[in-house]
């Protein structure tokens, strides 16, 4: 029996958007070290065929198969929209604001989009296991929630830093039946090096990354690499956030959004939510403001160089055209583990290098101090990811303190922080 209404399931798209074809210009190719184009077929040693056609597909739209729509919809999809007047009220701001709250969803956040979607094409392919790296533990739980779904067996290298902080993030990933290992860890040839350099090694989501690869490579062919960021095929499938939010939005006749933040890390939750807007052409000749924010520790958008860089710190991984601090740039060890990575999505990059999507960086303390508001006065208290988003929310709404116009901001809540309570002990 069917219980879910129909408007409802109407809102979860059929289709991805791919924003490859509306970049304002084209995308620069995958490379070997030697500067010669990674051929689309190399790629499959890492990852299914579907997912590499994925990758570098053309096609503006990408149809969603069916048993991964109805697993979306089981998971919780569409999430809510929801405005937070509180906030609105304890800002005195006359703009009003408009979260798309992701943290509903099982794991907690937005991973679990492109989770479902890649073990679907792995399990499809007939790959037994998969490989994967970890920041704060977000990706690697919906990874580990998705394998237990599609029957594929999952190993997580989660950063040493995140998991001594997040014990409770492990111990979800092992409740859904994955292997996690710290990393650097004593399962890989990158982390024995990098342990017997520094046994006290904080790691990086780079270094997890490599051992994740250096893990596939090795296994003979019996397992498949899956990434949570970057690549155009992950961020293909968060655009589910966005494409519901249109029609939500048109659900409640709002006609115009006048900024679309989110926070980077990689950028997929970013990307979620903005480039279905971005290819819709939202408001017309006016577009919204998009706003991309990240830590002022690992500035990859507002102090990294747009160049070719390796996607992880071995340079196992084809070089990317990306904003890089950095391949073997080593963060501090913040408790927004999701945002620690050296680059950022080449999509993302053109964005930004073309002035299409503004980049911000934020202190710890201060974007902490605003999750917690945010809880105070709206109930939900963010992961340390999403804070930073919700701090430049407040920056904006407050500049729109006595003003005339009603500007709408809409940002991603793409995390709660419910296993993230060690971060904010030290505020509160």
């Known amino acids: 029996m069917e219980l879910r209404?129909?408007?409802?399931?109407?809102?979860?798209?059929?289709?991805?958007?791919?924003?490859t074809p509306d970049l304002p210009e084209q995308l620069p190719p995958m490379l070997h070290p030697d500067g010669s184009p990674v051929d689309k077929r190399e790629l499959e040693a890492l990852f299914p065929r579907s997912l590499v056609e994925q990758e570098f597909t053309t096609q503006r739209h990408v149809e969603i198969p069916g048993e991964v729509v109805e697993t979306l919809l089981m998971l919780g999809r569409p999430t809510p929209l929801i405005r937070a007047r509180r906030l609105e009220e304890a800002l005195k701001t006359n703009a009003v604001i408009l979260f798309k709250y992701e943290g509903v969803m099982p794991t907690g956040s937005h991973k679990v989009n492109t989770a479902v979607a890649q073990a679907y094409y792995n399990a499809a392919e007939g790959v037994e296991r998969v490989s994967t790296e970890t920041g704060a533990g977000q990706w690697g739980s919906a990874l580990s929630l998705a394998g237990s779904l599609f029957g594929l067996k999952v190993r997580v290298f989660m950063v040493r830093a995140s998991y001594l902080q997040k014990p409770y993030r492990r111990i979800l990933m092992e409740?859904?039946?994955?292997?996690?290992?710290?990393?650097?860890?004593?399962?890989?040839?990158?982390?024995?090096?990098?342990?017997?350099?520094?046994?006290?090694?904080?790691?990086?989501?780079?270094?997890?990354?490599?051992?994740?690869?250096?893990d596939v490579v090795s296994s003979g062919g019996k397992a498949k690499y899956s990434l949570g960021s970057v690549l155009n095929h992950v961020l293909l499938h968060q655009t589910v956030i966005g494409l519901e939010a249109l029609k939500q939005l048109e659900m409640l006749g709002v006609d115009r959004v006048d900024y679309i933040v989110g926070?980077?890390?990689?950028?997929?939750?970013?990307?979620?939510?903005?480039?279905?807007?971005?290819?819709?052409?939202?408001?017309?000749?006016?577009?919204?403001?998009?706003?991309?924010?990240?830590?002022?520790?690992?500035?990859?958008?507002?102090?990294?160089?747009?160049?070719y860089d390796y996607g992880d710190t071995a340079g196992l991984t084809p070089l990317l055209k990306m904003h890089t601090l950095g391949h073997d740039y080593i963060p501090p060890p913040i408790y927004a583990g999701g945002l620690?990575?050296?680059?950022?999505?080449?999509?993302?990059?053109?964005?930004?290098?073309?002035?299409?999507?503004?980049?911000?960086?934020?202190?710890?303390?201060?974007?902490?101090?605003?999750?917690?508001?945010?809880?105070?006065?709206?109930?939900?208290?963010p992961a340390p990811e999403s804070s930073h988003a919700v701090k430049a929310v407040i920056d904006i709404a407050l500049k729109h303190r006595g003003s005339s116009r009603r500007p709408v901001i809409l940002f991603n809540l793409s995390g709660h922080g419910l296993l993230d309570l060690s971060a904010y002990s030290r505020t509160s």
């Open 5 to 19: 209404s129909p408007q409802t399931r109407d809102i979860v798209p059929s289709y991805w958007y791919n924003i």
């Open 263 to 307: 926070c980077v890390g990689g950028g997929s939750n970013f990307a979620g939510l903005s480039y279905p807007f971005i290819g819709h052409r939202y408001n017309d000749g006016d577009p919204p403001v998009f706003i991309a924010v990240e830590p002022e520790t690992v500035p990859s958008m507002t102090r990294g160089e747009y160049r």
């Open 340 to 381: 620690r990575y050296h680059g950022v999505a080449p999509s993302l990059s053109i964005l930004v290098k073309n002035g299409l999507v503004k980049p911000v960086a934020y202190g710890e303390s201060e974007v902490l101090e605003a999750g917690l508001l945010f809880a105070r006065t709206q109930g939900i208290l």
């Open 175 to 214: 409740s859904y039946g994955a292997e996690v290992y710290p990393s650097p860890s004593d399962r890989t040839n990158t982390g024995r090096r990098l342990l017997a350099e520094n046994p006290d090694h904080p790691g990086s989501l780079g270094i997890a990354i490599s051992e994740a690869i250096e």
